[in-house]
């Protein structure tokens, strides 16, 4: 599986926007983009994914580069249940379907 | 929006014990998955079924077993319990393979003494 590399932590201000990067330097055309988060104490949480477009949910938008060698989560605007640490995991097409989450990226939100 | 079921939410067993853990997909799933989450560690992989079937493995230890049944539900056991087996277990399902989102349940604190 692609190594992704994140920021070990990140703090925000509540209602401001959070721009959480990824690097994924080594991605092969046929790899997703996937971000999960994990709450305290709780399972981890599906965010969003993508391929090659910039992609928006309720969640989040993600944005991918266009080399596809980085990609950007962006949470619009932050509140404190979005304090968590947040895994970017890169998923082949085809592959195995398992998650590899790396160490994340604890996101500390001030209020 | 129905949920991942886990049971039971907490375990206490004494090494060389068993314990099994249940996990009921969310309906229409017909994937699962379990993960281990030790104490400050992040999530690993044990083990996967599609359709009864088991689809892939991680690093499972040949002391658990599991299975998914015909209602989709899937069962982890797990025998000569030792203290490092002390963690939080995370089932997860999902609508089919490839890259659906996996909904994770609650999960299920095994703590061995």
């Known amino acids: 599986d692609a190594k992704t590399t994140q920021p070990n932590s990140m703090e925000s201000n509540e209602e401001e926007p959070v721009h959480l990067p990824c690097n994924h330097s080594t991605i092969s055309g046929t790899d997703y983009i996937h971000w999960y988060r994990q709450l305290p104490s709780q399972g981890p949480e599906y965010v969003i994914h993508?391929?090659?477009s910039n992609v928006n949910n309720r969640m989040a938008s993600l944005a991918i580069a266009e080399d596809r060698k980085s990609s950007t989560l962006i949470l619009h605007r932050a509140t404190l249940r979005d304090a968590a640490v947040y895994y970017c995991?890169?998923?082949?097409?085809?592959?195995?379907?398992?998650?590899?989450f790396g160490k994340g990226m604890k996101l500390t939100v001030n209020p | 929006a129905a949920g991942v079921i886990q049971s039971p939410r907490h375990l206490i067993k004494e090494k060389r014990e068993t314990a099994t853990l249940k996990c009921y997909p969310i309906p229409r799933h017909d994937t699962v998955y379990w993960y281990q989450q030790g104490p400050g560690q992040d999530p690993q992989f044990l083990i996967s079924?599609?359709?009864?079937?088991?689809?892939d493995k991680g690093s499972i230890p040949d002391r658990f077993s599991a299975q998914q049944f015909s209602d989709y539900h899937s069962e982890l056991n797990m025998s000569s319990l030792e203290l490092g087996d002390s963690a939080l277990y995370f089932c997860?399902?999902?609508?089919?393979?490839?890259?659906?989102?996996?909904?994770f349940g609650p999960g299920t604190r095994l703590t061995v003494t």
């Open positions: 995991i890169l998923k082949g097409k085809g592959g195995s379907e398992k998650l590899v």
């Open positions: 079924f599609y359709e009864k079937m088991q689809s």
């Open positions: 997860a399902s999902s609508l089919d393979r490839g890259q659906y989102e996996q909904y």
């Open positions: 993508g391929l090659t």
